[in-house]
């Protein structure tokens, strides 16, 4: 794995919770409750997103890069979510 595959993992995982911050604040300021069992669902599409990213990087040549390093980039992403909301 090349450093540009790590710079886009990187910049997608920190960028997800990031996002997922501001989208439950914008939540919050339109008067509205955070759905129960966010971190659950979260924890549940990292896992699949770690499946995948696993499966595609084993089965797939080179010209998938960009489609593996997004899947490796939200399942990391969504895992620093669901353990910074803990």
Request: aromatic share 6%; no cysteine; hydrophobic share 55%.
């Amino acid at each position: 794995m090349n450093g540009l595959r790590l710079l886009r993992i990187a910049a997608i995982a920190v960028a997800l919770p990031v996002i997922f911050n501001v989208s439950q604040r914008v939540t919050a300021a339109g008067g509205h409750e955070p759905a129960a069992g966010v971190e659950w669902a979260l924890g549940a599409l990292s896992v699949l997103f770690l499946l995948r990213a696993l499966a595609t990087e084993y089965t797939q040549g080179p010209e998938a890069n960009f489609q593996k390093d997004l899947q490796w980039g939200l399942a990391a992403g969504g895992m620093l979510t669901v353990l910074s909301r803990l």
